[in-house]
């Protein structure tokens, strides 16, 4: 079963620019969540889809956004982009359905934003 | 709310000595325990879980977990460590709503360092 496949790995941004990441979960997996990852903040949540809707959000502002297809596949978006966005962005991908009681969230490689 | 403390930012063991990383979390109601480990460069590999059950669990690469409920601990152990096991180790903790999704809090990590 291929894991969670997350493109590009690598990119560099120009500051106000904008940049659209890809995630595409493990076969079946119905929820994706993002998260950001910086040396000074660590690990942070950032959303989550299930079947194409936002279930829920991290404290983040409306620069960043997603969205997740019919397919499950998800695209995070992050608008006007400042140097602090210098991150790793790793997309998560679980079966996200209250019948699974104790889901397990798997991680892609993630995608390094640089932005200059 | 939910956070994690992982009180150690680093630590070098010898190759072959034990290896003891230590976590305590904070959370109301049972906790979801992860632990991921994460190599230069790379995503977070899932390590082991603990949903329910018995408090010893065990996972990949020769690891094990013990929940401590009476000290919101869920301690990270392998017998003889390896040089390969050198990366970074985060431990988190997930709520299960009952609408099925895990937002996982991570701990700010524990860097493991081997020595020949």
């Known amino acids: 079963k291929a894991g969670v496949t997350q493109t590009p790995r690598y990119l560099i941004k120009t500051r106000g620019q904008q940049v659209t990441l890809s995630c595409s979960p493990i076969?079946?997996?119905?929820?994706v969540s993002w998260y950001q990852q910086t040396p000074g903040q660590g690990l942070q949540f950032l959303f989550e889809?299930?079947?194409?809707?936002?279930?829920n959000k991290g404290n983040f502002p409306g620069r960043f956004s997603g969205r997740q297809f019919s397919n499950s596949r998800s695209e995070m978006n992050v608008s006007t982009l400042e140097l602090g966005d210098s991150a790793l962005y790793l997309c998560?991908?679980?079966?996200?359905?209250?019948?699974?009681?104790?889901?397990?969230?798997?991680f892609g490689e993630g995608s390094w934003l640089t932005v200059v | 709310a939910q956070s994690v403390t992982q009180p150690d930012i680093h630590i070098t063991v010898s190759e072959g000595a034990s290896l003891e990383l230590r976590c305590n979390y904070s959370?109301?109601?049972?906790?979801?325990l992860f632990w991921y480990v994460q190599s230069p460069g790379q995503g977070l590999q899932l390590l082991l879980k603990?949903?329910?059950?018995?408090?010893l669990v065990q996972g990949i690469k020769g690891f094990e977990a013990e929940f401590k409920r009476s000290q919101s601990s869920f301690n990270l152990r392998k017998p003889s460590v390896h040089w390969s096991d050198a990366a970074e180790y985060f431990c988190?903790?997930?709520?299960?709503?009952?609408?099925?999704?895990?937002?996982?809090?991570f701990g700010t990590g524990t860097r493991l360092l081997v020595s020949p």
């Open positions: 603990y949903f329910s059950g018995d408090t």
């Open positions: 889809y299930f079947s194409e809707t936002q279930r």
């Open positions: 076969s079946g997996h119905r929820s």
């Open positions: 998560a991908s679980s079966p996200g359905d209250r019948a699974f009681s104790g889901n397990t969230i798997y």
């Open positions: 959370y109301g109601a049972t906790p979801y």
């Open positions: 988190a903790v997930g709520a299960l709503p009952n609408t099925g999704f895990q937002k996982l809090v």
